[in-house]
């Protein structure tokens, strides 16, 4: 994707042109991305976009002072001018003694990202074949009876090329391939309208679910909403779908996150050792699944990833660390450092497992008898100090077990951490997203409807 230099030159060179100009530790980032996305409207073509990139991203470190610069040039004369302006910039900063590179000892030894599959070796799929898979997707959502039109339709690749470089030895790059399908489709018509998705990517083509899978899928979940009205408010027991469960495990990970721990603003900040899950619930980052998107061997400051429990048997065991807010808490990194060209490392995880349970959603819903099955989500407003907790929310009322009727426009709240130590998962988390979790029962959330 560069005429000029391989990736691991180009980072090396910004790494030396650094050291020469007086860093006293340098790390670079070099990424070269590849895409095309076709969208399809009415069975005809809408749009088409390609693009081609070449960024990268020089990190200076001088007397414990930081500086980024970041660029899309990436002619030898403007490597030389980002390393000079990167350490001008450093001098001035504020000085910070958690700011470090690793310890050569500290760096991982397996850099070769082949075991995890991770960029597919098929050909770049063609404008004409990504355009008949939304076409596809597009027909089977329209063949669904209520449904009155699909508002977007496509299909998408990528390629991702990234090397990262640094001045205590450290060399390593993956390159990674995503495929991705999508469906937007509404049901009724003026203020009945009723619109709902389905989106797929996967590492793999081969992996992908079927255009009609992806389309009827949406056209269903878009039919079924119409009619929705408001529920009724008081406090109620609310399933999260697998759809958004996730977003409850965000917000637990958010709260372990070493930069809102320095801070002091998270409402687990004093909760190291305490339950903050049911007993016998996990939630374990594993990032070495093979095919999953966000899986990697090292970190973005070239540390050994590993599995690791950062809740086991419901209790707290970990926060999620980079070597900077693992200083300042004086405990080591966990290898979650994470970065862009254009900006330093941060503490942030990669592919997440949430226990699952035995039963089935079907099952949770006639546990709860009566209550809210979310669907979707929107809005957030959320407390970090408390762990306060409230969201517009829809999907479906449902009692004795049976949804009843399609809900939407009402709000649910409760406190995060109340509602984490209650909950009780389904078994049916999907096994490709990168965060595996499955339907939540939270019950006595507050619940604002008519």
């Known amino acids: 994707m560069t005429d000029r230099l391989p990736l691991p030159d180009l980072a090396e060179a910004l790494v030396d042109h650094a050291r020469a100009a007086g860093a006293e530790e340098a790390d670079a980032l070099a990424v070269a991305a590849r895409s095309l996305s076709i969208g399809v409207r009415g069975g005809r073509l809408e749009h088409a976009e390609r693009s081609e990139k070449v960024e990268v991203g020089l990190r200076v470190i001088v007397d414990r002072r930081q500086a980024l610069v970041s660029s899309s040039d990436i002619t030898p004369s403007t490597l030389r001018e980002i390393a000079e302006r990167a350490v001008t910039m450093a001098r001035a900063a504020p000085r910070d003694e958690a700011l470090g590179l690793a310890e050569p000892r500290q760096l991982a030894a397996e850099r070769d990202p082949a075991p995890l599959e991770l960029c597919d070796p098929s050909a770049e799929p063609g404008p004409a074949a990504l355009e008949e898979l939304g076409k596809a997707a597009e027909a089977a959502a329209l063949a669904v009876d209520g449904v009155a039109q699909v508002s977007e339709a496509g299909a998408g690749w990528e390629l991702v090329r990234s090397h990262l470089a640094a001045s205590n030895g450290f060399s390593g790059g993956h390159a990674r391939t995503s495929h991705s399908l999508w469906c937007v489709a509404v049901a009724g ?132 660390l980079d070597l900077a807010t693992g200083r300042r808490l004086s405990l080591p990194s966990t290898a979650n450092a994470a970065r862009s060209t254009s900006s330093p490392p941060r503490p942030a995880v990669t592919s997440i497992r949430l ?96």
């Open 189 to 320: 018509e003026g203020r009945e309208m009723q619109r709902d998705y389905r989106s797929e990517s996967r590492v793999f083509a081969a992996d992908m679910p079927p255009p009609e899978e992806i389309g009827r899928s949406a056209g269903e979940r878009a039919a079924a909403m119409r009619g929705a009205t408001r529920p009724p408010t008081g406090a109620f027991a609310v399933i999260f779908d697998e759809r958004v469960a996730a977003s409850l495990a965000g917000h637990l990970l958010a709260a372990i996150n070493g930069d809102a721990i320095v801070r002091g603003a998270s409402w687990l900040r004093d909760a190291m050792g305490e339950a903050v899950l049911p007993a016998g619930i996990d939630l374990v980052e594993e990032p070495h699944r093979r095919r999953i998107a966000a899986s990697r061997l090292f970190d973005a400051e070239g540390l050994a990833t590993r599995p690791r429990a950062f809740v086991e048997n419901g209790v707290l065991r970990s926060w999620v």
């Open 355 to 450: 226990t699952e349970g035995t039963a089935d959603r079907a099952a949770l819903m006639r546990e709860a008898g009566t209550g809210l099955l979310v669907t979707s989500l929107m809005g957030a407003t959320i407390n970090p100090n408390t762990g306060d907790y409230s969201r517009g929310a829809s999907g479906f009322w449902f009692e004795d077990g049976e949804i009843v009727r399609p809900v939407h426009e009402c709000t649910i709240a409760g406190n995060l951490r109340e509602m984490l130590r209650s909950i009780r998962p389904a078994n049916d988390a999907d096994q490709w997203r990168s965060w595996r979790v499955p339907s939540l029962l939270v019950e006595g959330l507050t619940i604002a409807g008519e």
